[in-house]
């Protein structure tokens, strides 16, 4: 095992009084590490909010943006590592994975116990749950995971409450629901602020930005779009991220935030559901304040539960498409879920990289058919209700 500079022998018990000196060196050493980036982050933060910002300080305050969002990516890391590996281990199951964020006592549990075949403890006080909770949702076929995890408190991003592993579970989802209830509306923003803190994009799409590594040359920015950061700036920032010699080529009007973002291994973009829990603990509730685009419900009445199952459903991107044997009349016997924007050719490579390889044609009926049977190429994009039949 390897930290930093030093050599960790390999075959040393765990219960040797040698092993224990190590473990408490090696803990040292992290929290060490931990104590330098915090001070380099508070230097660099420091200077940021000193620096008058114009043209001129453009690309020096680029580049610190730059280095900032590389240290805070490596203090999670660290962080991580801090806490002796003791993170939660997950098998994703499914047509997809829903993970439940939310502060404590917000529901959760009710909620998962609700909606899957899940048993997670339930009780009117903080940290209920202290693992993941799977529970697997059914809903229009389609078999959906729900994992609860532990509360998530502010200050998550910093290990807090066990903040960084709930993290990790997070970043690995295909949808979070981000929950709280009635009384602390207000988290719903504070909560969003701690995953994009920690690296991870709600409702928005990758920058538009290609990478093309060289081994010389140095960097050569191609865009048909008026940006308004400088090509200096640019340039600036991907050296901070260690490219060095690359074509870069730009597909859309970047902000410096999306910039650092294009060039960060670090980043994850997700879809998000925002949910207010427990609407029926207070009758006056305004529905049409400032959180009127989230989901209420009453997890433990059982309010609002289809609307939510309906939302996850549409936020995925979810479709049913059915197969049709080639014995078979066109009916909905065999149904497949799948995304908008997929085609016949995903069709058949979900069924198996086998059965896919020689086909070319399908027949489809139902939604999609000009006529019943009609006969297209594996390029045609399925649709809600679809029936097929591969040729």
């Known amino acids: 095992m390897r930290l930093g500079r030093i050599e960790l022998p390999q075959l040393v018990p765990k219960t040797s009084a040698l092993s224990v000196r190590l473990q408490a060196q ?38 610190l943006r730059a280095r900032l969002a590389k240290l805070n990516d490596k203090e999670l890391e660290t962080g991580t590592k801090k806490g002796g590996g003791g993170g939660y281990a997950v098998r994703k199951e499914g047509d997809a994975t829903v993970v439940l964020i939310g ?52 200050g998550a991003r910093e290990g807090r409450g066990r903040g ?35 690296g991870i994009r709600i409702d928005k799409t990758a920058p538009n930005v290609k990478v093309e590594k060289k081994v010389s040359g140095g960097l050569i920015i191609h865009t048909n779009i008026s940006q308004e950061i400088s090509k200096e ?16 080529t730009i597909n859309e009007k970047l902000t410096l935030n999306r910039l650092i973002d294009a060039f960060s291994p670090n980043r994850v973009y997700l879809p998000a559901i925002f949910v207010i829990n427990k609407i029926d603990l207070d009758s006056h509730y305004n529905k049409t304040d400032k959180y009127a685009e989230s989901l209420r419900i009453s997890a433990e009445r059982g309010e609002g539960i289809e609307d939510l199952k309906e939302a996850v459903w549409k936020k995925l991107g979810f479709i049913r498409v059915y197969l049709v044997r080639p014995d078979e009349e066109p009916g909905s016997d065999n149904p497949m879920i799948m995304k908008k924007g997929q085609t016949l050719k995903n069709l058949a490579e ?14 489809i009926w139902n939604t999609g058919a000009r006529f019943p049977g009609q006969e297209v190429s594996l390029s045609t994009l399925v649709q809600e209700g679809m029936q097929v039949r591969f040729a």
């Open 26 to 63: 090696i803990q040292g050493i992290i929290i060490a590490q931990m104590s330098d980036l915090g001070q380099q982050i508070e230097t660099i933060e420091k200077e940021i909010r000193e620096t008058p910002y114009h043209k001129g300080t453009e690309h020096h305050i680029g580049k």
């Open 103 to 154: 502060p404590p006592s917000a529901g959760k549990s009710t909620l998962i116990n609700k909606i899957t075949n899940a048993e997670s403890k339930v009780a009117p006080y903080a940290f209920t749950t202290v693992s993941v909770i799977p529970g697997m949702l059914k809903y229009k076929d389609a078999y959906i995971q729900i994992l609860d995890v532990p509360g998530l408190i502010e």
């Open 164 to 198: 960084k592993e709930v993290l990790s579970v997070a970043r690995a989802a295909d949808l979070l629901l981000i929950m709280t209830e009635v009384e602390k509306a207000a988290l719903l923003p504070k909560m969003a602020i701690e995953l994009e803190a920690a």
């Open 233 to 248: 700036t640019i340039k600036e920032v991907a050296i901070e991220f260690g490219i060095k010699n690359a074509e870069i």
């Open 350 to 363: 979900k069924i198996g990289s086998e059965f896919a390889s020689d086909k070319k044609l399908a027949r």
